[in-house]
């Protein structure tokens, strides 16, 4: 039964009103923003600004700052570097000493 108006709607496809396309690629050309300009302004338009900055600068200090001080139970991969020396193995890692809440008072 709804075969016959599938055939109808197939027979006379709708029409785009003329000019309609030609208005909307201008309406989306029309929002697009402006290319970034050549630069320091430009670069740092495209960079994200302060907030970024701000982000990258933030993410380099605690990087350096892991990289120079780490901590207890990880590697020193700088001083390994630096020095030459291997990896450390599983057996030299030692276990932290639980002395907080009464970990460290044998039961008795």
């Known amino acids: 039964m709804l075969e016959v108006f599938f ?12 000019g309609l396309m030609d ?8 929002a697009q923003p402006e290319p970034a300009s050549q630069g ?3 670069l740092w338009r495209g960079f994200g600004g302060a907030p970024a900055l701000g982000g990258v600068v933030a993410a380099t200090a ?11 139970l990880l590697p020193d991969l700088a ?5 030459g020396d291997t990896f450390a193995a ?15 008072i044998d039961g008795g």
């Open 79 to 83: 001083a390994q570097i630096i020095t």
């Open 7 to 18: 055939q109808d709607a197939r027979a006379m496809p709708p029409r785009m009103p003329a």
């Open 62 to 72: 605690v990087g350096f700052w892991l990289g120079v001080s780490v901590p207890g």
């Open 23 to 30: 208005r909307a690629l201008a309406g989306a050309l029309g």
């Open 90 to 104: 599983a057996d030299d890692i030692r276990a932290p000493e639980l002395t907080a809440f009464g970990w460290d």
């Open 40 to 42: 320091w302004r430009g």
